[in-house]
């Protein structure tokens, strides 16, 4: 069982930033496809982000380019999200994701662990 908890979420005033993390308790953790999603009131979670064992990365909505950048210290064993030039329509829940296949996915029944998500909340 692969546990996740995110962390770094906060309130922050739009064009602010923010680095969340999400610390994985498998020692396996490089081997796992990793994904953020998030998730705001009234509205299905939605797919933010995801990184492969190497390194490569992929985005969802293309609102998040360019201001979102995904990465993994797998010796840590730890993902990061370093999202700038925050927006109000960003607020939402984050949730971090863990896959055991290490191909791509962006939908949330593609992924076998979650993490119990970290509030991000953007004021204009």
């Known amino acids: 069982q692969v546990q996740l908890v995110e962390s770094g979420g906060g309130l922050v005033q739009a064009g602010g930033s923010l680095r969340l993390s999400c610390a994985a308790s498998e020692r396996t953790f490089s081997s796992y496809t990793m994904g953020w999603f998030r998730q705001a009131p009234w509205k299905e979670r939605e797919f933010v982000a995801a990184t492969r064992w190497s390194g490569g990365s992929i985005y969802g909505a293309d609102s998040v380019k360019g201001r979102f950048t995904i990465s993994r210290d797998n010796v840590k064993k730890t993902l990061y999200l370093q999202m700038n030039n925050l927006k109000p329509e960003d607020t939402a829940v984050y949730y971090c994701?863990?896959?055991?296949?290490?191909?791509?996915?962006?939908?949330?029944?593609?992924?076998?662990?979650w993490g119990q998500g970290t509030q991000v909340t953007v004021s204009s």
């Open positions: 994701a863990a896959r055991h296949s290490t191909g791509w996915a962006t939908r949330p029944n593609e992924y076998d662990y």
